[in-house]
């Protein structure tokens, strides 16, 4: 190993783990999806059952189980806890990175560490990197099936279809038919674009389809013949039918996801839009041109811009969208940025940065610094604060903003841009953890409840709640690790239990606790909750 490489080895792990690991346990698990899947891989765990999912102590097939066996495997190291959860995703994080940096040092020598440390700041890949979900999951397993398949289509080696295959199959086991499905996509699309029709067909493999069916299938037989429900479930109703319409309650405007694109590759936004369009460009003014040999740095780029633009366009047309569908295309955007920049810098003759591109980086690079310190008023109080805070975030933002344009305006250009823009990342993500933390553990996860349930408790008893909110309900069953009676559902347990109601329901918990001896213990006010004693069904009722 050279002294440059273990110098590249050396940043990119420090990044990883500052941006993917560090803090995973700083807030509780938040939302319904983080504490649901973190308790069905305990449930699966403690049943030593590694072929049906369980929640509640009954089977759960809404999800393929590879998020699950990897967070058991965290749990057996780790005991259970958030951060075994979360560990998962930012390992899946870190080696979609190192597989980039691979890639571009085999491949495309010279930005293999911009491509890597681009890859790992993506704002949407550091989100998700901290969360218990599958999404990290299939967008590692899908990203590296993208670029394995164009290292066989320019390497011309059968050992890369090959890891192309079993890619698919991991991203199969991630998030179920969507990763096959993308990737035929990507790779049809890319084929009209360069009229290289020949690729399809060679890509269909039959060495190839029997290690993708021998790592993927076998799952999918044991869980079908155990559940019989799982084809009517798992296909059926979460693949179909949350595609073809609005059954999950996510409906959002068709162009939903150009939005939530553009953020979720912050800060680098600008550069790839400008990469992205100049790929386009460049390749429609060479369609017609006649060339015994493709130009494959051209082609490259096509494919990356299909990859990019593939899981935008099939989930806008869904009728059911949530943030984390198109994780999949933003590492496309990472390395298509990364393409752009190696083209650029090889170019002698090239003019550099335009002062207006120069000047949008900047300001969408550093624009997520005024949040990220004003974190605990944006989660308190859902809005921005006046005065001296806002005014010290906005200095901050402005001082690194001007650096940063006059930086690529200057002399140096590109070849500072990885330097000036992974600041303001570094500093937003020490922001959010170190002043945002306690806000969003209070706000928006369980656990502080929990803490506080259990210290009212002289032994753990049921617990019920009635008119919270899902994400609080999966939240307590995750850290009180028991099921959760919804009083709505008519589930009231007939004996003595604790109940969280919000505070504002103290008449409608009266109501459906009549004839039964209730004490009121307390008011977890960042989340506006009561929680109450309730005694055995027939007690006489105490007031």
């Not at 999950?248 to 990469?275: C, D, G, M, N, S």
């Not at 559902?489 to 504002?504: D, F, M, N």
């Amino acid at each position: 190993m050279t002294a440059r490489t273990r110098t590249d080895v050396l940043l990119i792990a420090g990044f990883c783990a500052f941006l993917f690991f560090y803090g995973l346990g700083q807030f509780g698990l938040i939302g319904a999806d983080e504490p649901r899947y973190a308790q069905v891989a305990r449930e699966m765990l403690e049943r030593h059952d590694w072929i049906t999912p369980v929640l509640g102590g009954h089977a759960w097939l809404e999800k393929p189980p590879l998020y699950y066996w990897q967070a058991m495997l965290a749990y057996s190291l780790f005991g259970v806890n958030d951060v075994a959860a979360r560990i998962p995703a930012a390992i899946d994080a870190t080696l979609l990175v190192i597989a980039v940096y691979l890639f571009f040092r085999k491949f495309r020598r010279g930005v293999e560490v911009d491509a890597a440390l681009i890859t790992a700041s993506c704002a949407g890949v550091i989100g998700y990197a901290h969360a218990a979900s599958m999404d990290m999951a299939l967008t590692a397993s899908f990203s590296m099936g993208m670029l394995a398949w164009w290292a066989w289509r320019e390497g011309g080696k059968r050992i890369y279809l090959a890891l192309f295959y079993v890619c698919m199959a991991l991203g199969m086991l991630s998030k179920g038919p969507v990763a096959p499905f993308l990737a035929a996509a990507v790779i049809v699309l890319f084929a009209v674009g360069a009229r290289e029709f020949r690729w399809v067909l060679r890509t269909i493999w039959l060495p190839g389809i029997v290690l993708f069916c021998a790592l993927a299938l076998p799952w999918y037989v044991a869980v079908q013949t155990r559940n019989p429900q799982f084809f009517r479930e798992f296909i059926l109703q979460h693949n179909l039918a949350r595609f073809s319409s609005n059954l999950y309650h996510h409906r959002e405007p068709f162009w939903y996801y150009l939005p939530v694109t553009a953020l979720a590759l912050v800060p680098w936004t600008v550069f790839v839009i400008a990469a992205f369009v100049e790929s386009l460009r460049i390749w429609w003014a060479e369609r017609k041109a006649v060339s015994v040999e493709p130009d494959l740095k051209l082609q490259f780029r096509v494919f990356v811009c299909c990859w990019l633009v593939v899981p935008v366009a099939f989930f806008s047309i869904s009728q059911s969208k949530l943030p984390g569908y198109i994780l999949p295309a933003i590492p496309a955007g990472a390395v298509l940025l990364a393409e752009y920049l190696r083209r650029h810098l090889a170019r002698e003759d090239d003019e550099g940065v335009s002062k207006s591109l120069a000047v949008l980086h900047a300001l969408v690079a550093t624009a997520p610094i005024v949040p990220s310190v004003l974190i605990a008023y944006v989660i308190t109080q859902h809005r921005l604060p006046a005065g001296r805070p806002m005014f010290v975030a906005l200095a901050i933002a402005f001082a690194l903003c001007a650096a940063i344009a006059m930086t690529l305006a200057s002399r140096l250009r590109l070849r500072m841009l990885r330097f000036v823009t992974l600041v303001p990342v570094v500093l937003s993500v020490a922001a959010v953890l170190k002043l945002g933390s306690t806000s969003v553990d209070q706000t928006l996860s369980a656990r502080p409840l929990a803490v506080e349930l259990a210290s009212v408790e002289t032994r753990q008893l049921p617990l019920a709640v009635y008119g919270v909110s899902r994400e609080m309900e999966y939240g307590l069953a995750f850290y009180r690790n028991q099921t959760i009676w919804r009083y709505e559902s008519g589930k009231v347990p007939a004996e003595e239990h604790l109940l969280v109601a919000p505070a504002t329901w103290k008449v409608n918990v009266a109501m459906q606790t009549s004839g039964r001896r209730v004490l009121f213990l307390g008011n977890y006010t960042p989340q506006n909750v009561d929680y109450y004693w309730v005694s055995a069904a027939g007690a006489a009722q105490e007031r």
